[in-house]
Structures are given as C-alpha cells and as structure tokens.
C-alpha cells in the first residue's frame, strides 16, 4: 500500500526540490498537497490525514511546531520530519528527542536514512516531546536572527491615513490581495496581504484561527466550541464573533 504525505514550505524552490528528492528517494510516495504555510498545512493535514508530514520550522504565521501540535490533534496517526535551517545546537534538540529531521540543504543520503525510519516504524509526536523540543529550540533562537515584531502600521480609512498601534489591533482579515484591520474603533485598509503580516506580527500574541483571519490574543474574550470541533471566538471590544477552524482550535485547547 502506497503511504501519503504532505509537505509545508513556504519556499518555492525549496519546496520543490524536497518534492524531486522524494520521488527519488521515495517513488512509492504520495504527495498529497504542497503547502506554502502553516495555515494551509494545517488544513491540509486534518482533510488527508496523511501517513507523513515534512513540515518546515519557519513558516509565516504558525511554525512547523505550531503545525505539529494541531497534527497531534487532528490527525494523530501522522508521523512529523521537521526540515530545518537551524545550526548544530539546535539539531541536538532534534537527536536528544529522537525526532526525525532533514537539514537544509537537504543530503540524499540523510533522505534516504529518514525515509527508511519512517517505513520501519509507526510512532507520532506525542505532547511532551514536542514541549520538550520547543524549549530547546527557544533556546537556539537567537542565532537564528529572527526580526523585531511590528509595532505599528498605516492604514487607509476613507480619505484619511491613519497610524495604527499593532497592540490596538483586535483582528486582521483577509481582503482580496489587500487586508482589513479592525480595532476597537473601526476598520481601515492594509495594502498588504495577510500571508505577508503573518512574517512581522508577534506570534505570542498573533494567531491564526482560519485562513482568512488572524486574531490578537489579548483581544480574545473567549471561545466558543462546537460538536464538529470548530470553535467561535468573543471578542472584548467588537460585538461580532470569528469562526475558527477546527484544526486551529489547538491553540485554544488551555482556554
């Protein structure tokens, strides 16, 4: 039986080459679904509930860890490869947890030693490794140089420009190829599109709950759980309420 997979890169030419080196080192493989962040990782895992997951670290918005623990959640039988561009301190991360791994620039030698764990073997990640590797991999970040969070936009309402403090923001929704911005006070125009913000928010308070949405945390006054595993969340200074997918309700899971 052919096993499947799905693959989150936010690199196109990267993306590609892991799908080439797989047919290679893997002709047996299903690519199921190429995805370019973690939201549509997410998604894609919890629709095919693949065998595998090659998930990239850095990804805009939720990271390949952030795409793990909804994987833990919504597709359980799903085994996790990170690819990473991280330095040797925090590979060890990787090895200590016995966690599979690719290195980029990805080796086809490693490929295929990966490859052959993952047919010898059924096991998933469960929630303390995972925990355990998070806090490695805090560890790690400065080397990697990640940029200052945003702290403030401008935006179009109307005629008028406005200055915009990110903390004021309570969520952010997708608008054809720009963004609307909504505060407590109203909304305005971002002409940036939403996959673009996900690079420059604090991702401690920013969250993505659906594919068109990214919500402030601390603007969040609750959520709303249904049978079919979505989730609705409150607001503490809109009235209206946002949909959140169920393979994003994870990140509520301590709510």
Not at 53 to 63: N, S
Not at 101 to 125: C, D, F, H, N
Not at 183 to 200: H, K, M, S, Y
Request: glycine fraction near 6%; aromatic fraction near 6%.
């Amino acid at each position: 039986m052919a096993c499947t997979c799905v693959i989150a890169e936010d690199e196109a030419l990267l993306r590609q080459g892991l799908v080439d080196a797989l047919k290679t080192a893997w002709p047996q493989l299903r690519v199921l679904a190429e995805c370019e962040d973690g939201a549509s990782a997410v998604e894609a895992i919890a629709e095919h509930q693949p065998d595998v997951a090659f998930l990239d670290i850095r990804m805009p918005g939720l990271t390949g860890l952030d795409v793990a623990a909804a994987t833990a959640q919504a597709s359980p039988g799903t085994q996790v490869v990170f690819v990473t561009a991280y330095d040797q301190y925090a590979v060890d991360a990787f090895e200590r947890g016995a966690i599979d791994y690719l290195l980029k620039p990805i080796e086809p030698a490693r490929l295929a030693a990966t490859v052959e764990r993952l047919k010898a073997r059924r096991t998933q990640l469960d929630a303390s490794t995972l925990a355990d590797l998070v806090q490695r991999l805090g560890r790690a970040a400065p080397a990697v140089g990640a940029p200052e969070p945003l702290t403030w936009i401008t935006a179009s309402a109307g005629r008028e420009t406005r200055l915009i403090l990110v903390e004021d923001v309570a969520y952010f929704r997708a608008d054809h190829k720009y963004t609307t911005v909504v505060t407590a006070d109203g909304e305005a125009l971002l002409r940036t599109p939403i996959r673009e913000l996900l690079n420059v928010l604090d991702p401690t308070c920013f969250k993505q709950i659906h594919r068109s949405t990214i919500v402030n945390l601390k603007a969040v006054a609750g959520v709303i759980r249904d049978d079919s595993g979505r989730g609705t969340v409150r607001l503490k200074s809109r009235s209206e309420t946002l949909p959140v997918s169920a393979p994003f309700m994870s990140l509520f899971r301590h709510m």
